[in-house]
């Protein structure tokens, strides 16, 4: 073929699998077969079932003695277009657009330049992201990528979209993967998947922050969650109640604090309402589950389905810790408009969309509302600083969440 062209040219030859990703010997085999061919240039698309197809990829760039072009398809594939740079790769691929996607998980080439910053990415970049399922809907990547640009450090935050957390972390368990986010569902699972969880995180059963520590590879767990809530809500009510000097003393003190879900977020919001003085409700559609968080922070528990018609006294706190009324199921909403008059202050830690209905139904009834936007700000400052041992650049972050 070689001998065909002009010397002006390069030839790509490429193979296309749209059903699944190989081992990494029948990659390498491939990549043989496509080089004999006598291309320049040597490109393969694979389709992801699962994230971690995807590290069989990377793997494979170290073989070839020709420039690799590799793309692996699916929501599951989507770090590829965004880290086979880091790896290897000869180029990668961005739709021009929402809806111009020339393959199923493919981002916009925009967001590659702009927010993954791809031209600058290289072997010793280090690489940071956001595990959940769901995972699409983060901001995390748009604020994170900013802040380690700020100061000047070479890494990059990405989406992992993972359905088995223990196995992701098995499989991605080199240096490069320095540190992650972790959000919903997998937040109490890794606890269990850290080496060492700190006592806090331990306390509350929740991790939603693991750190590669570079000295041993260990895997170290924290819970930003924690303070980045509880400190919104207290600073909500420090406003409602326009009063003085508070000292040593919490505003949630001696308050019914109404926490909606006993997942990972819940457990945190419970727990750090009861380390600051509340009397703790625990609103779950699994009684059982809401019961044995109540029990763990000396608190009550309800069925989700009891929640309108609980009014014990006037003036308590509500915090919805669950997804309901995330996008796109923005009318749904945990608690009936009617039953909100009886809190001072609602917290819903779901942020897209930046007003949920049940934020926007809280303030019609009087109530002073706290976005999950001021959480999230909180929480990923605090875990900003665990990636990199640096402050984060607060007054930007604040900046870049508010153009959201």
Request: aromatic share 8%; charged share 20%; glycine share 10%.
């Amino acid at each position: 073929m070689r001998d065909k062209k002009s010397r002006m040219c390069k030839i790509i030859v490429s193979n296309h699998n749209f059903e699944s990703t190989p081992s990494v010997e029948e990659l390498r085999h491939l990549v043989e077969r496509l080089q004999c061919t006598g291309a320049d240039i040597v490109k393969f698309t694979t389709t992801a079932t699962n994230i971690t197809d995807v590290a069989r990829v990377f793997q494979v760039f170290a073989y070839s003695q020709v420039p690799i072009i590799a793309s692996v398809v699916s929501s599951r594939g989507l770090i590829s277009s965004i880290l086979c740079p880091k790896f290897g790769g000869y180029l990668t691929f961005g739709s021009l657009g929402l809806e111009k996607e020339s393959a199923l998980g493919q981002p916009a080439l925009t967001d590659l330049i702009n927010i993954y910053r791809v031209k600058n990415l290289g072997k010793d970049t280090k690489v940071f992201g956001i595990i959940g399922n769901p995972v699409g809907h983060s901001k995390g990547p748009i604020l994170h990528n900013r802040a380690f640009r700020e100061i000047g450090l070479d890494a990059v935050y990405v989406p992992f979209l993972v359905d088995d957390l223990a196995e992701f972390l098995r499989v991605y368990s080199s240096p490069d993967f320095s540190g992650f986010s972790v959000t919903i569902p997998h937040k109490e699972a890794a606890v269990q998947c850290c080496d060492e969880v700190e006592p806090i995180a331990q306390s509350i059963g929740a991790v939603n922050t693991i750190v590669r520590r570079p000295s041993d590879g260990k895997l170290i767990g924290y819970n930003t969650d924690y303070t980045g809530a509880i400190s919104a809500i207290e600073d909500g009510l420090k406003g409602r109640l326009s009063s003085g000097d508070w000292g040593n003393t919490s505003p949630l003190s001696g308050r019914l604090f109404v926490v909606v879900g006993a997942g990972g977020a819940g457990k945190a919001l419970a727990y750090g309402a009861k380390e600051k003085g509340a009397r703790v409700v625990i609103a779950n559609r699994n009684y059982e589950r809401a019961k044995a968080l109540a029990n763990l922070v000396g608190g009550e528990a309800i069925s989700l389905d009891k929640l309108d018609s609980f009014c014990p006294e006037n003036g308590m706190i509500l915090a919805n810790t669950t997804s309901v009324g995330m996008h796109p199921n923005e009318m749904e909403t945990p608690i009936s408009k009617e039953a909100l008059g009886a809190y001072d202050l609602v917290f819903d830690a779901v942020y897209t969309p930046k007003v949920t209905r049940l934020l926007r139904e809280a303030e019609e009834a009087g109530a002073t509302v706290v976005s999950g936007l001021e959480m999230f700000i909180r929480q990923a400052m605090g875990q900003f600083e665990l990636f990199t041992g640096s402050p984060a650049p607060g007054v930007l972050m604040r900046e870049i969440v508010a153009r959201l």
